[in-house]
């Protein structure tokens, strides 16, 4: 799938204002590290164009609402927030809507990747410095993302991985190739 990214700049106040020219930039490196990651794992692929995200933005956007509840749901983060019924499984599914999909590209699988990331602007950086002589830490911004594979047929999502830290530049080629690499970490690896 087309790779969800959008990238932000925050304001003194900490509003995040989007970045037209860093969303471009992002969605450039990280298309490029998950296409080598894709070649040097041998899989067999289709890449959809960037066209295809406006024909399948339902799509897009129903898993970043589904990634969000993963996310906050499953896996050892998930707390007082894990949901009894699921018992610690990885049981989400997006039921038909993956069905033209599937029949436009053919594809058994997809692979969804959604990432947010946030700097500070120089305003803001200004404000971290006189907040923390008055005790205050500002955060600088954030990368939070989520990769998802789904199998096409039934819309199960067959394996989920995160990302959610204070560092990492998907603006910079290489540091956007480590954050994929870090999205993919665990990644099945049977074809």
């Known amino acids: ?19 037209a020219d860093w969303t471009s930039a992002a969605h450039g490196h990280m298309k490029a590290a998950l296409l080598a990651t894709s070649n040097r794992l041998g899989f067999k692929h289709t890449e959809l164009e960037d066209t295809a995200a406006d024909e399948y933005a339902e799509p897009i956007a129903l898993h970043a ?8 749901h499953h896996g050892a983060n998930a707390g007082p927030w894990a949901l009894p019924t699921k018992a610690g499984r990885l049981d989400w599914s997006f039921g ?12 058994d699988y997809g692979l969804f990747v959604w990432v947010r990331d946030s700097y500070a602007s120089a305003e803001r950086k200004v404000a971290m410095v006189a907040m923390a002589l008055l005790g205050v830490g500002l955060n600088a911004g954030q990368q939070v993302g989520y990769a998802s594979l789904v199998d096409l047929h ?14 990492g530049d998907l603006r910079e080629a290489d540091a956007a190739a480590e954050s994929i690499a870090v999205l993919l970490d665990s990644f099945p690896r049977t074809r």
């Not at 087309?2 to 900490?14: C, I, K, R, T």
């Not at 199960?156 to 830290?165: I, T």
């Open 1 to 19: 799938m087309p790779v969800d990214v959008e990238l932000f700049s925050l304001s003194a106040g900490g509003v995040a204002e989007p970045k």
């Open 65 to 72: 609402a589904v990634a969000r509840s993963i996310a906050l």
């Open 96 to 107: 038909d809507a993956m069905q033209g999909l599937k029949q436009k590209t053919g594809a």
């Open 154 to 167: 039934d819309g199960r999502v067959v394996w989920f991985n995160r990302l959610a830290r204070a560092s």
